[in-house]
């Protein structure tokens, strides 16, 4: 599956940060994972701390599919808002979904804070009213927070808005916890840490087939090699439904654009992640090196060819909306991209194990939470394996 344009910033900002072997041998593990991306990183992480024998393969480096076109937005609030979300999986789940996605930013950031070259900074998240008839949804929503105790929000009118932002909206959610991290650096970091204590990677090493035996999974590689395990984790992301005998996933296609270096440093109330409720949608951040990253204006359809090709167009798009809101900010774009992400029926990513793979867990975090959704499933995936007892694992459930 192809799924990025050629150009992502964090690829071109760190470039090939480690590079690993292909398999040229039969191997032997306690858990084989597949993928090699922001879940998989997470979830070796937290398998090799507990003294798994784990082995990690990729068709790609590390880290070089949709990890490297993330723009990597940490946020608790889910795809689906909590009002509507509460209608989907009930109130208990729902409201643990939000809470699961608050401790999964503090966790990284813990995580973050052991690797030297990591960016991973705390940012409030600013959600604002597109237009006049989204703001009864939006004050529901708040008021729900507020209920539940979901992080530290505050309700903004237009004035506030003004006030705080500089630019006109009808109204809007602060909430105090967000944060932004380099997701592609973080893979690496962890990938490395995880080598330490026993991780074994291989790039460039394709799974052919899988079969399932009675106590064990062996993958068929390209050639004569096997990797024969106790355990599969599949963290293959959006390629996963490959795997799934029903379908899951929602494909879209969406664009991101990051400005040139500016001199300030400060740009709008503490530089907090913005999105809109419109639909499609464009969101904010700034980067540790000065510069504005804009993302959105997504399209309902996988196409690579089709998605490439309208990258100029919206590249200009997200620009236009983005002068729109801070006309004083000349946005002189340096880099452009494009993707593909996918969403569910609920907006909850799908964690745990099908009928059909046996040995196998899945830890697939679609949306715009894939982040925090991977650490979420490297904490549910590890309480499995080490038998501790986990209810949150239910919630993202292939059966729900």
Known sequence: MDLRSHYPYWLLKHGIVKTYPSVTESLHADIAIIGSGITGALVAYQLCKEGFYVVMVDKRHVGQGSTAASTCLLQYEID???????????????????????????????????????????????????????????????????????????????????????????????SADGAQLDAYRMAHSLIYSASRNGLRVYDSTPVTAIRHHKRSIELKLEGKYTITARKLIICCGYESQAFIPKKIETLNSTYATISEPYEQTNFWYKNSLIWETANPYIYLRTTSDNRILIGGMDDTFYNPDKRDRKLKQKAVQLRQSFQKLFPHLDFKSDFEWAGTFCGTKDGLPYIG???????????????????????????????????????????FSFTR
């Open 80 to 174: 689906t808002p909590l009002h509507k979300l509460i209608s989907k999986v009930g109130e208990r789940n729902a409201v643990r979904s939000y809470e699961l996605c608050l401790e999964a930013i503090e966790q990284i950031g813990k995580i973050a804070h052991n690797f030297k070259h990591v960016e991973f900074i705390h940012r409030p998240s600013f959600q604002f009213a597109s237009f006049k008839h989204h703001v009864a949804d939006l004050q529901k929503e708040y008021i729900l927070r507020k209920q539940y105790g979901i992080s530290s929000v505050e309700w903004l009118t237009g004035a506030d808005v003004k006030d705080k932002f500089g630019f006109e909206a009808p109204a809007g959610i602060l």
């Open 353 to 395: 194990s099908i009928p059909q793979r046996p040995h196998t867990y899945f830890a697939l975090g679609f949306g715009g939470n894939g982040i925090t959704f991977g650490q979420i499933a490297a904490c549910c995936i590890r309480d499995i394996l080490v038998n501790k007892k986990n209810p949150d694992t239910a919630i």
